[in-house]
């Protein structure tokens, strides 16, 4: 029987104060169909979408190459422009942006694995479609089969599909037996202790599966000596919380007990994995014992204070939903320590030394170091401060309790009228907007610095879109 679908609610946030130029609606009205029409008809590839294109198409990338018949999921790839466009369908009324969301629905339909999620790209090609156990595809064995959750992959194409379906009433048959398939296998994924591996490739057999809280390793290496981390419980670019979030959504979408019951299992693990004193944060990832350990040549074991903000948000996003005080009671603790950790810059550092708190920092050789001054330009050693958000929130908590909100809501902002001219005023008369930005993934080549990027694309629609919605709530139809 198919879980009841609860209705959408698009909450919108409008300012009376701003008294539009009559034209200037329809002017943005046209601008967000001239975008989309470009990017739907000109640029998908099934429906999908990589991260950016040169302007004459011949070269694609997502996070590295790709070519015309493979699309990306991780974001801000297809699941994000999908959101885009099913954002702007709620924004406009008009049923041309569903369709356009819907078939990217279908293509994350397509791209779907056997195991229940999502690798990092699709591919489309006849080779590509036999390299991967794509559930369209015939069963055949030594295909590729694993479903990864670092990068918000899984996930995302996730939410998407639980708001598209949402939206659709669960009409779409598809795209309804594609959502609950892919939240089973990732509650089969979960472990005993309520976390995530950073990979999966089916449902895990707890047998002999040892519940224990974090504790910190007698020594380790101080050198990378390889690790086969994907079974790793992971906190990294915050695949838990992103894990979490989906099956809150999920939760209140469908209104299945077992989603909510994933949810908080999630942060039960997290309650697990906050280290004892002297360091009450977390570790980016744990290995069986729950102890910190190596993932790649540059993630060491340590304290991080990149992910654990994510932790701490999933934390009061949990107790807002229970009101359970251990979730609070973790965040008091973690904000203590972290915010005696903040670099003199205000940032945090990625990484502290277990039982010291020295930041951590490696060299472009990727030798470990105290020293901030050579390091490796890919990754983020510091990262931005939020614990002041955090702290607000948390001081919320502790004197006005809990306080739910709805996980399925679409909220729309409101954008100034400059802030929508300057987006009408880039859109090209291709609907395009073009970025003075090389590809990062190909060589450079003179006259090749200008590229298509979806992540504009998602940014400029949402101004449009908002504009839209913020009119039409302040002048409806009669």
């Known amino acids: 029987m198919r879980a009841p679908i609860h209705s959408l609610t698009c909450l919108v946030l409008f300012s009376t104060s701003i008294c539009a130029g009559a034209d200037l609606p329809a002017e943005a009205a046209s601008a967000l169909r001239r975008a989309c029409d470009f990017f739907t008809n000109e640029i998908a590839c099934e429906g999908g979408y990589l991260w950016a294109y040169d302007l004459d198409l011949q070269r694609r990338e997502g996070e590295g190459r790709a070519d015309a018949q493979t699309v990306w999921i991780q974001p801000p790839g297809t699941p994000s422009v999908g959101m885009a466009l099913l954002r702007a369908y709620h924004a406009t009324g008009d049923g041309y942006y569903l369709e356009a969301a819907t078939k990217t629905g279908i293509c994350l339909v397509q791209g779907q694995l056997r195991c229940g999620g999502w690798y990092y790209s699709v591919r489309f090609d006849e080779r590509g479609r036999k390299a991967a156990a794509y559930r369209t595809e015939p069963e055949s064995k030594d295909r590729m089969n694993t479903s990864t959750l670092d990068d918000d992959v899984t996930q995302s194409a996730l939410r998407f599909l639980i708001l598209l379906d949402q939206t659709l009433e669960g009409r779409n048959a598809q795209i309804h037996e594609a959502v609950e398939y892919g939240l089973a296998a990732l509650l089969g994924a979960q472990r005993p202790n309520g976390g995530w591996p950073q990979r999966f490739s089916g449902p895990f057999d707890p047998e002999g599966f040892v519940v224990k809280s974090a ?264």
């Open 215 to 478: 504790s910190y390793p007698e020594e380790w290496s101080r050198t990378y000596e390889g690790k086969r981390y994907a079974d790793y419980l992971t906190l990294n670019d915050n695949a838990q919380y992103d894990c979490i979030r989906t099956f809150l959504l999920a939760h209140d979408v469908y209104g299945n007990a077992e989603y909510l019951e994933g949810a908080m299992k999630g942060g039960e693990f997290l309650l697990l994995a906050q280290m004892p004193d002297p360091q009450p944060g977390w570790g980016q990832q744990y290995n069986a014992d729950m102890q910190p350990d190596w993932a790649r040549k540059f993630e060491p074991p340590a304290i991080t204070g990149g992910e654990s903000q994510g932790a701490m948000e999933a934390l009061l996003d949990l107790y807002d939903i229970s009101g359970k005080s251990a979730f609070l009671d973790a965040v008091g603790r973690a904000l203590e320590y972290y915010e005696k950790q903040v670099l003199p810059d205000g940032r945090l550092a990625r990484y502290y030394e277990l039982k010291t708190d020295r930041p951590l920092y490696f060299t472009k050789d990727y030798r470990l170091t105290y020293d901030d001054s050579d390091v490796p330009t890919h990754y983020s050693f510091k990262v931005n401060s939020r614990l002041g958000a955090i702290r607000r929130r948390y001081e919320r908590g502790v004197q006005e309790g809990a306080s739910p909100k709805s996980w399925s809501e679409i909220a729309f902002s409101s954008p100034s009228e400059e802030s929508v001219r300057r987006v009408i005023g880039r859109l090209d008369s291709r609907g395009r907007w073009v970025d003075v930005r090389p590809l990062r993934a190909w060589p450079r080549e003179e006259g090749k610095d200008k590229t298509l990027s979806t992540s504009t694309f998602i940014t400029n629609t949402k101004i449009l879109g908002d504009y839209i919605a913020m009119h039409r709530k302040e002048s409806p139809s009669p």
